[in-house]
């Protein structure tokens, strides 16, 4: 006959187990619930986030030829006008970096005529098609139809031409 | 030996306590989830008014008026940090549920730096709205936009025909409640409403015109302009005399800009000489309060706006 042992459990140690069971599979439920929660929340924390970022920079886009950095204050009507001399000289101004927050990009373009220079440099300054003021990685990005205006010494006048501004935002992840 | 008791079985002592426990936690957790919950949304109403404030920034406009309406009564917290050159503008909000009469905790602070909110330093609402008006400033050229942010109605006992007519403009006739009332006499003042005399004593806020000179709380603040003279009523002293350091820092680093940009259209044939005035100017913004200002900005900046007035073609600003 083989010497078996069989464990015998009084009624009380086993309601104690049954009652230890239902505790944990409860705590585990609760901490499933947590988890979906909080997974759900965050998901849409990031989408309030980024729509916040992106209103924000709708919003300055359609304002920043109003922004004291940009305005062209020659002419009392005007806008769309934007000072491209200002744009220009801003770009290596130290005082401004981290000025426009939450904005990742933030970029004047000549729509027309456009010249054989991409990006502006004092060498190329005037002559050239786009003055990058930020520009990080990752953004997605909106742009404005404007005039850029400055002093023209070959017209001896103020010139006027197309251009766009273009504003990104970052995201959340990015 | 008779003995009589109830019998209490260790599973049901085990029950009450472990089912105690679960609950008291339960509790707890709602209640923190629901304390994060609230500073969440009062974390987005200080983002949103922030963003709400960019719309009604001018462009070439005078001055503009909007009417803020938030879900539930808000405190608004008005920081201002005069660190770094451009200094900084935080604003925080704390909403009062329905079920509970103390406003929440303080919000996350939402940044900028090229805004200027003039208020209260913790402006609450009325009947869940505030008033904006915004209007731009000049000295001599655009440097910001001046957000006047408050709750509370104000009575102005005597205004110049200048602010009365701003009043009457931003109200559209008096179609729109704008939160100010104007008054001949400082007795038909709204009880609540805060009261603002115009060169005559008596009310919670003076103004003197002569002097440029609005008193409130025991602080002199010294203003130029209509605009400034807005602001400095709406603000509390600290928060007025910080924006207009801030603002001096944005008008240094403009008028350097604005050099710059002499010495460029100069070197293009632009003859305009104006780069010694403008350096002067942004030396001149290093105030330390608006006392300052008034003395040593604004003749610089009326010298420079007289200089680039006489220019043609050439004008840098």
Known sequence: ?174 | MNRKGVEFAFSWIFAIIAGAVILISAVYITTRLVGTERRVGDTFIASELNTILNPIETNLEDSKYSTIDFVDETRVFNDCSTAGTFGRQQISTASKLGIGKEFGEQSVRKSSYNKYIFSREIEETSSKKMHAIVRPLFIPFKVGDLTMLYGKEYCFVNPTSDIEDLVIDLSANGVQNIGINITAELSSCPEESTTVCFNQVGCEINVNTQARIVSKYDFDLYYDGDSLMLTAIFADPLVYECQIKRIMGRAGELAVLYAKKSQYVQGSGCSNNLQGDLQAFALATSVNSSREFVQNVIPASENLEDRNGQLANCKIF
């Open chain 1, 1 to 174: 006959m083989a010497n078996w042992q069989i464990a015998r459990y009084s009624k009380g140690q086993f309601k104690i187990q049954q009652m230890v069971f239902v505790l944990v599979a409860t705590l585990i439920l609760f901490a499933i619930a947590a988890v979906f929660f909080v997974s759900i929340r965050f998901g849409g924390l990031q989408t309030d986030v980024e729509s916040q970022r992106k209103a924000e920079v709708l919003e300055q886009v359609r304002k920043i030829t109003g922004t004291p950095e940009f305005i062209w204050s020659n002419w009392e009507d005007c806008a769309s006008c934007l000072d491209l001399d200002k744009a220009f000289l801003i770009k290596n101004r130290t005082a401004y970096q981290g000025f426009w927050k939450d904005i990742a990009l933030l970029k004047i373009s000549r729509v027309y005529p456009q010249y054989s220079t991409e990006e502006c440099t004092s060498q190329s300054y005037p002559r050239c098609n786009s003055i990058t003021i930020i520009e990080k990685e990752g953004y997605e990005s909106y742009e404005s139809f404007v005039s850029l205006c400055r002093y023209d010494e070959t017209d001896g006048d103020i010139r006027c031409e197309l251009g766009k501004v273009i504003m990104g935002f970052e995201g959340v992840d990015g």
